[in-house]
């Protein structure tokens, strides 16, 4: 059950090794044919067949004809392979900005090689093939067929405020080879915002296994270097010619809705620098709070979302933010602090410690507004929220999949898609944000 701030329960068996899967593959690593592409999946490639078999694609675009040389073919059914000659290039194909990207190098982006306006149409596309398999939408619903992805400000290179960049046995900074442990040793990551690749790149990380960096509102930078197993060990801060050592708990300043957020170095906020603007201005929108109403803000972080709608209700409203982690809890009180009609409660969101916060809660939610990791709120939590009867349920989506599995459970608890959005909040990757209104059926 989720507890009002100072107690919060972490699950169990998180981040064990996963065993090492058989290869049943046939045998094909290191071929090379020819494909004509077809329809683009998600996860940053293309579908094609060659002698029966499925083939994912990278480095090509729907209609084109390519070379293609197997990468890895560990299953029966479908076996991964890179375009490595363009025989007839569609018409999105451009030069790759990044010198780093394409086959067999820097895995950081999937679409380097499409036009800007070429990636959100693949986006799109994407979302409409996720919401109509898994969430068994109607192809021909307008919601679907209407779908653009919309574009964020200041276009698809030095968007990036937060990375995590890798760092080989010699030290050098990098980003790893798609589906590798390998490390591409890099001078410049073109999608990072120019300062935290600079603090970054431009030096030698011995030891470290890896490194954190953010820039803040304010233009602070701060690297955060990190073991071998991922741990934290040392954090600096660079600000106005300084280098300082800092604290590794400490708070960076971001601005987002016309106000100004607190957040842990360490803790949840969008890494497009004009995404948490955008997902505001999105999630305000669809929720349109009104005065007095109760609003539910699931997988709150720093209160982003909470914060932003509460004056909405105004003093006569309530607003609570349920997070599981305990920094972010800490940031989020810190936030709403001049916002009495708001609380934080710390917990996790999870089908049985929903249903105990809302047996605590007394009063039913009229709005929702869920923002789960990758992974999703899942069947189970979406069936509790349906049984709110909430009147508006806004769910922030970073995986188009999770979210058409979870359009499902919302459709079979009664609620219905009444609204989408979707956002190239990750431009140069196959990564889309979306916002979805839900109403009661
Ligand atoms: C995608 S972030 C969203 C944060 C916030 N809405 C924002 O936009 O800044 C997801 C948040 O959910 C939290 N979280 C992950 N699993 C959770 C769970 N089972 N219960 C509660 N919070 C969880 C994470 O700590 C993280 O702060």
Same mark, same amino acid.
């Given at each position: 059950?989720?507890?009002?701030?100072?107690?919060?329960?972490?699950?169990?068996?998180?981040?064990?090794?996963?065993?090492?899967?058989?290869?049943?593959?046939?045998?094909?690593?290191?071929?090379?044919?020819?494909?004509?592409?077809?329809?683009?999946?998600?996860?940053?490639?293309?579908?094609?067949?060659?002698?029966?078999?499925?083939?994912?694609?990278?480095?090509?675009?729907?209609?084109?004809?390519?070379?293609?040389? %197997?990468?890895?073919?560990?299953?029966?059914?479908? =076996?991964?392979?890179?375009?490595?000659?363009?025989?007839?290039?569609?018409?999105?194909?451009?030069?790759?900005?990044?010198? /780093?990207?394409?086959?067999?190098?820097?895995?950081?982006?999937?679409?380097?090689?499409?036009?800007?306006?070429?990636?959100?149409?693949?986006?799109?596309? %994407?979302?409409?093939?996720?919401?109509?398999?898994?969430?068994?939408?109607?192809?021909?619903?307008?919601?679907?067929?209407?779908?653009?992805?919309?574009?964020?400000?200041?276009?698809?290179?030095?968007?990036?405020?937060?990375?995590?960049?890798?760092?080989?046995?010699?030290?050098?900074?990098?980003?790893?080879?798609?589906?590798?442990?390998?490390? #591409?040793?890099?001078?410049?990551?073109?999608?990072? #915002?120019?300062?935290?690749?600079?603090?970054?790149?431009?030096?030698?990380?011995?030891?470290?296994?890896?490194?954190?960096?953010?820039?803040?509102?304010?233009?602070?930078?701060?690297?955060?270097?990190?073991?071998?197993?991922?741990?934290?060990?040392?954090?600096?801060?660079?600000?106005?010619?300084?280098?300082?050592?800092?604290?590794?708990?400490?708070?960076?300043?971001?601005?987002?809705?016309?106000?100004?957020?607190? %957040?842990?170095?360490?803790?949840?906020?969008? #890494?497009?620098?004009?995404?948490?603007?955008?997902?505001?201005?999105?999630?305000?929108?669809?929720?349109?709070?009104?005065?007095?109403?109760?609003?539910?803000?699931? /997988?709150?972080?720093?209160?982003?979302?909470?914060?932003?709608?509460?004056?909405?209700?105004?003093?006569?409203?309530?607003?609570?933010?349920?997070?599981?982690?305990?920094?972010? =809890?800490?940031?989020?009180?810190?936030?709403?602090?001049?916002?009495?009609?708001?609380?934080?409660?710390?917990?996790?969101?999870?089908?049985?410690?929903?249903?105990?916060?809302?047996?605590?809660?007394?009063?039913?939610?009229?709005? %929702?507004?869920?923002?789960?990791?990758?992974?999703?709120?899942?069947?189970?939590?979406?069936? #509790?929220?349906?049984?709110?009867?909430?009147?508006?349920?806004? /769910?922030?989506? =970073?995986?188009?999949?999770?979210?058409?599995?979870?359009?499902?459970?919302?459709?079979?608890?009664? /609620?219905?898609?009444?609204?989408?959005?979707?956002?190239?909040?990750?431009?140069?990757?196959?990564?889309?944000?979306?916002?979805?209104?839900?109403?009661?059926?």
């Amino acid at each position: 059950m989720a507890e009002r701030r100072g107690s919060g329960r972490r699950r169990p068996g998180a981040g064990r090794p996963r065993a090492e899967r058989p290869d049943r593959g046939g045998g094909w690593t290191g071929r090379e044919f020819e494909v004509a592409v077809g329809p683009v999946a998600h996860g940053g490639h293309c579908v094609a067949r060659h002698e029966g078999r499925v083939v994912f694609v990278r480095h090509a675009l729907p209609g084109e004809r390519v070379v293609v040389r %197997v990468t890895e073919d560990r299953q029966p059914g479908y =076996c991964r392979a890179d375009a490595v000659e363009v025989l007839e290039a569609a018409p999105d194909r451009v030069e790759r900005p990044c010198p /780093y990207s394409g086959p067999g190098r820097c895995g950081g982006c999937d679409w380097q090689h499409v036009s800007w306006e070429g990636q959100r149409r693949l986006k799109a596309d %994407v979302v409409r093939e996720q919401l109509t398999r898994l969430g068994r939408l109607d192809a021909a619903d307008p919601l679907l067929t209407g779908l653009e992805v919309e574009p964020l400000p200041g276009g698809p290179l030095r968007w990036r405020s937060r990375a995590r960049f890798a760092v080989d046995r010699a030290g050098v900074p990098g980003l790893r080879r798609h589906r590798s442990h390998d490390v #591409v040793a890099l001078d410049d990551c073109p999608i990072t #915002v120019e300062p935290a690749a600079r603090a970054v790149l431009d030096r030698r990380w011995p030891g470290a296994g890896a490194v954190d960096v953010a820039v803040d509102s304010a233009g602070t930078v701060t690297t955060t270097r990190l073991d071998r197993r991922g741990a934290p060990t040392s954090t600096r801060v660079l600000a106005a010619g300084q280098d300082v050592p800092a604290e590794p708990a400490g708070r960076a300043g971001r601005r987002a809705g016309g106000r100004d957020w607190e %957040v842990e170095g360490t803790g949840f906020w969008q #890494v497009h620098e004009s995404a948490a603007d955008a997902l505001v201005a999105a999630v305000t929108g669809l929720a349109a709070a009104r005065p007095g109403e109760t609003v539910l803000d699931l /997988y709150a972080g720093a209160g982003l979302f909470g914060g932003a709608l509460a004056p909405s209700v105004g003093d006569s409203g309530r607003v609570v933010c349920v997070e599981a982690d305990a920094e972010a =809890c800490a940031a989020a009180e810190a936030n709403l602090g001049g916002l009495p009609q708001a609380e934080v409660w710390q917990g996790e969101v999870d089908a049985e410690g929903l249903t105990g916060l809302l047996e605590e809660l007394g009063d039913a939610p009229d709005v %929702v507004v869920l923002d789960p990791p990758r992974a999703g709120a899942g069947p189970a939590v979406s069936r #509790v929220v349906a049984g709110t009867g909430a009147r508006a349920v806004v /769910y922030v989506a =970073c995986d188009p999949a999770s979210l058409g599995r979870d359009v499902a459970a919302l459709a079979g608890a009664g /609620y219905r898609l009444a609204a989408l959005r979707a956002f190239d909040a990750f431009p140069m990757t196959a990564h889309v944000e979306c916002v979805a209104l839900f109403e009661p059926a």
